[in-house]
């Protein structure tokens, strides 16, 4: 069992960047390979980004190559999510999972979810 806990959103200006980050509680936190996605008003939840257990492996969805970056400490059982250049288009409220098995972009292949952080970008 994995509990997870996003914080960092918030309001940001056009091109500004933020970090979000998810704490993770349970021993087998550094076992788990972990994804951001985020969801929309209206819209379906997408997949964002994907670390592997180690840490060695990073995915992205095309919209946000070369502007975020996953990463993750499992000493201290936390995967962050560096967001840089946002975009208007980036509001959402992003999720981090737990993945269990199977396509590291599709929603159910996790099975541990948090409760969402709000990122919304506006001037």
């Known amino acids: 069992q994995v509990q997870l806990v996003e914080s960092g959103g918030g309001l940001v200006q056009p091109g500004g960047s933020l970090r979000l980050s998810c704490a993770a509680s349970?021993?087998?936190?550094?076992?788990?390979?972990m994804g951001w996605f985020r969801q929309a008003p209206g819209k379906e939840r997408e997949f964002v980004a994907y670390i592997s257990w180690s840490g060695i492996s990073t995915y992205y969805v095309d919209s946000v190559k070369g502007r975020f970056t996953i990463s993750r400490d499992n000493a201290k059982n936390t995967v962050y999510l560096q967001m840089n250049s946002l975009k208007p288009e980036d509001t959402a409220v992003y999720y981090c999972?737990?993945?269990?098995?199977?396509?590291?972009?599709?929603?159910?292949?996790?099975?541990?979810w948090g409760q969402g952080t709000q990122v919304t970008v506006s001037s």
């Open positions: 349970g021993r087998t936190f550094s076992s788990y390979a």
């Open positions: 999972a737990a993945r269990s098995g199977g396509s590291y972009y599709s929603a159910a292949a996790y099975d541990y």
